[in-house]
């Protein structure tokens, strides 16, 4: 006979009575009623385990829905899966290759082939298909040198480069039926969990919609984002002009002696950009606000004061601005759904005030402008006063920046920046990096340098950043004028040394354990690069490692 182990909900509290060896898939289909969306997986102990693995101990549990990111990533894991498989169903010939998040989907193109629409329909078809088959996802764990060469004997030479240089002795492989793949993270247990998603032909390939948290129980509508597009596109083709197109070709370069090189280059690429963005400006014979949003850790604020030094050349006299400057009283901030103060809701800002200080530039009026602080929750005047010229030129940077109600100015004067680190290079064909990874390791190692936050402190506040973007910044990107792109294809093999001791140090009594062992997993894949000597002082990265020549 089999133990009994006693098992705590944490949804509940309760503690419940099941056999040793009962699977996690049947725990959930029992407590299913209690979520809002389809179990995906579970967290034992605080260890993302999937739903095929059995229990052999006393725990404790949560189940991962697609209310929480964690639920969206193995449903979207589980999803491309199906979409590989089908592919080969129906083309067997071609090629997939998932690029980079669109809109509420990923962009997926096929190497050398341009699918039609009604391609991309007989595709759908064959996923319906498979899911009603219900299909086991099966793990397999293999040696590496055994996985590696079952991935030669099928050309699959991307992900040879990716693991080679792991340091994990084994990898595991995922089977549907007869074909297989690797895919960092976790799997759904079967096609039967991916119902919902849609294929919209979008360019050269199509975007795979999927469920998220904000939509979790339906698919969310498609907007197309032909400037955001656009940014990818650029990165990518120049990506491959230098031969590095993932993981692997930036690991062989590293590996090669030639890390140097390549952040010379990658810095000299930003120079470049910010170097034509301020061109742009002056050619605009009327611009006299310049407006900057992104979402957190994009670099906003060094990519402002580079920008102001490029129109500094271009005759300018920019002034900087932070709508920071402009929250109302503390006492005055609107509260949001959950009781607690919205700060980052548009009408935490005095919308008044800070249009009556652009209109006095405008208009070439002295106006002395507020500093907030935050240790008082006031504003504060201390004589910092613009005396505008016919050249001054104001530099807003804020996650409202984007927002048609910020201002009432006219559209002419404005000009409008979306900065993000939309990350160009992929792990391998099939397993992209996500533009929010890029980002939430950037902001560990800022906060724990220069905030005193540890990087258990920054992942516990990171899913309400999160949904921040979600409401107040990504359905405002495609209002830029132009999207500046500050992910330096070298930084995570920098980033890896200062953050990886950072994450050891997130133990199992946090539910954000499972997330940090991740991206400890994640950067594992990467050579550090320790040239940090070749750094600009002026580089992005180090608004995030130090050493930068602003001040922040």
Not at 136 to 146: G, I, N, S
């Given at each position: 006979?089999?133990?009994?182990?006693?098992?705590?909900?944490?949804?509940?509290?309760?503690?419940?009575?099941?056999?040793?060896?009962?699977?996690?898939?049947?725990?959930?289909?029992?407590?299913?009623?209690?979520?809002?969306?389809?179990?995906?997986?579970?967290?034992?102990?605080?260890?993302?385990?999937?739903?095929?693995?059995?229990?052999?101990?006393?725990?404790?549990?949560?189940?991962?829905?697609?209310?929480?990111?964690?639920?969206?990533?193995?449903?979207?894991?589980?999803?491309?899966?199906?979409?590989?498989?089908?592919?080969?169903?129906?083309?067997p010939d071609k090629v997939l290759k998932v690029r980079h998040s669109l809109g509420k989907g990923l962009y997926c193109e096929f190497d050398g082939w341009t699918p039609s629409k009604e391609d991309i329909d007989k595709i759908k078809e064959?996923?319906?298909?498979?899911?009603?088959?219900?299909?086991?996802?099966?793990?397999?764990?293999?040696?590496?040198?055994?996985?590696?060469?079952?991935?030669?004997?099928?050309?699959?030479?991307?992900?040879?480069?990716?693991?080679?240089?792991?340091?994990?002795?084994?990898?595991?492989?995922?089977?549907?039926?007869?074909?297989f793949n690797y895919y960092y993270g976790y799997m759904v247990p079967s096609t039967s969990y991916i119902k919902l998603f849609d294929l919209i032909k979008v360019n050269n390939g199509f975007v795979l919609v999927h469920p998220d948290i904000?939509?979790?129980?339906?698919?969310?509508?498609?907007?197309?984002?032909?400037?955001?597009?656009?940014?990818?596109?650029?990165?990518?083709?120049?990506?491959?002009?230098?031969?590095?197109?993932?993981?692997?070709?930036?690991?062989?370069?590293?590996?090669?002696?030639?890390?140097?090189?390549?952040?010379?280059?990658?810095?000299?690429?930003?120079?470049?950009?910010?170097?034509?963005?301020?061109?742009?400006?002056?050619?605009?014979?009327?611009?006299?606000?310049?407006?900057?949003?992104?979402?957190?850790?994009?670099?906003?604020?060094?990519?402002?004061?580079?920008?102001?030094?490029?129109?500094?050349?271009?005759?300018?006299?920019?002034?900087?601005?932070?709508?920071?400057?402009?929250?109302?009283?503390?006492?005055?901030?609107?509260?949001?759904?959950?009781?607690?103060?919205?700060?980052?809701?548009?009408?935490?800002?005095?919308?008044?005030?800070?249009?009556?200080?652009?209109?006095?530039?405008?208009?070439?009026?002295?106006?002395?402008?507020?500093?907030?602080?935050?240790?008082?929750?006031?504003?504060?005047?201390?004589?910092?006063?613009?005396?505008?010229?016919?050249?001054?030129?104001?530099?807003?940077?804020?996650?409202?920046?984007?927002?048609?109600?910020?201002?009432?100015?006219?559209?002419?004067?404005?000009?409008?920046?979306?900065?993000?680190?939309?990350?160009?290079?992929?792990?391998?064909?099939?397993?992209?990096?996500?533009?929010?990874?890029?980002r939430i390791v950037r902001r560990m190692v800022r906060d724990y340098k220069f905030r005193g936050h540890s990087a258990l402190k920054t992942l516990q506040m990171w899913p309400s950043v999160r949904l921040g973007e979600e409401r107040n910044?990504?359905?405002?990107?495609?209002?830029?004028?132009?999207?500046?792109?500050?992910?330096?294809?070298?930084?995570?093999?920098?980033?890896?040394?200062?953050?990886?001791?950072?994450?050891?140090?997130?133990?199992?009594?946090?539910?954000?354990?499972?997330?940090?062992?991740?991206?400890?997993?994640?950067?594992?894949?990467?050579?550090?690069?320790?040239?940090?000597?070749?750094?600009?002082?002026?580089?992005?990265?180090?608004?995030?490692?130090?050493?930068?020549?602003?001040?922040?």
């Amino acid at each position: 006979m089999p133990d009994i182990l006693k098992i705590k909900l944490l949804k509940t509290g309760k503690i419940l009575e099941y056999p040793e060896g009962i699977t996690l898939e049947a725990i959930a289909k029992e407590h299913q009623k209690l979520y809002d969306s389809e179990i995906v997986a579970v967290r034992v102990n605080n260890d993302i385990k999937e739903l095929f693995k059995t229990l052999d101990k006393d725990s404790e549990i949560d189940f991962i829905d697609l209310t929480d990111e964690d639920g969206v990533k193995i449903y979207q894991r589980g999803l491309t899966f199906l979409t590989y498989v089908a592919s080969l169903e129906v083309f067997p010939d071609k090629v997939l290759k998932v690029r980079h998040s669109l809109g509420k989907g990923l962009y997926c193109e096929f190497d050398g082939w341009t699918p039609s629409k009604e391609d991309i329909d007989k595709i759908k078809e064959k996923m319906r298909d498979l899911v009603e088959e219900d299909i086991p996802f099966v793990k397999k764990e293999l040696y590496k040198f055994d996985a590696l060469e079952l991935f030669k004997k099928h050309g699959m030479y991307d992900k040879i480069e990716l693991l080679k240089y792991r340091t994990k002795s084994t990898i595991n492989v995922y089977w549907c039926g007869k074909y297989f793949n690797y895919y960092y993270g976790y799997m759904v247990p079967s096609t039967s969990y991916i119902k919902l998603f849609d294929l919209i032909k979008v360019n050269n390939g199509f975007v795979l919609v999927h469920p998220d948290i904000t939509s979790p129980n339906a698919l969310p509508a498609y907007v197309p984002q032909p400037k955001m597009s656009k940014a990818y596109e650029d990165r990518e083709r120049w990506a491959k002009i230098v031969d590095m197109e993932n993981v692997g070709d930036l690991n062989k370069l590293v590996s090669s002696g030639r890390a140097r090189e390549l952040i010379m280059m990658c810095e000299l690429l930003h120079e470049k950009e910010i170097s034509r963005i301020a061109d742009d400006i002056t050619s605009r014979d009327n611009v006299k606000l310049v407006l900057i949003s992104g979402p957190s850790s994009s670099g906003k604020t060094t990519f402002s004061k580079r920008l102001a030094l490029q129109l500094r050349v271009n005759g300018f006299k920019p002034y900087p601005m932070s709508l920071d400057d402009y929250f109302v009283e503390r006492d005055k901030t609107p509260v949001g759904p959950d009781g607690k103060p919205d700060f980052e809701s548009l009408k935490a800002l005095d919308l008044e005030l800070f249009n009556h200080v652009l209109n006095s530039v405008f208009e070439g009026k002295e106006v002395e402008i507020p500093k907030f602080n935050f240790k008082t929750g006031k504003r504060e005047y201390k004589g910092n006063v613009i005396k505008p010229t016919d050249r001054t030129i104001l530099i807003v940077e804020g996650i409202h920046g984007l927002n048609p109600e910020l201002t009432n100015e006219d559209d002419s004067l404005k000009y409008r920046i979306y900065v993000s680190a939309l990350t160009q290079m992929d792990l391998d064909n099939d397993n992209r990096i996500p533009t929010t990874d890029v980002r939430i390791v950037r902001r560990m190692v800022r906060d724990y340098k220069f905030r005193g936050h540890s990087a258990l402190k920054t992942l516990q506040m990171w899913p309400s950043v999160r949904l921040g973007e979600e409401r107040n910044i990504f359905p405002y990107q495609e209002n830029a004028n132009v999207m500046f792109n500050s992910a330096l294809p070298y930084e995570l093999a920098i980033l890896k040394n200062f953050v990886t001791p950072l994450l050891l140090q997130v133990d199992n009594s946090t539910s954000v354990y499972s997330q940090a062992r991740r991206l400890i997993r994640f950067l594992d894949y990467f050579l550090p690069i320790v040239d940090f000597d070749v750094i600009p002082s002026t580089s992005i990265i180090r608004e995030f490692i130090g050493g930068s020549y602003f001040h922040y």
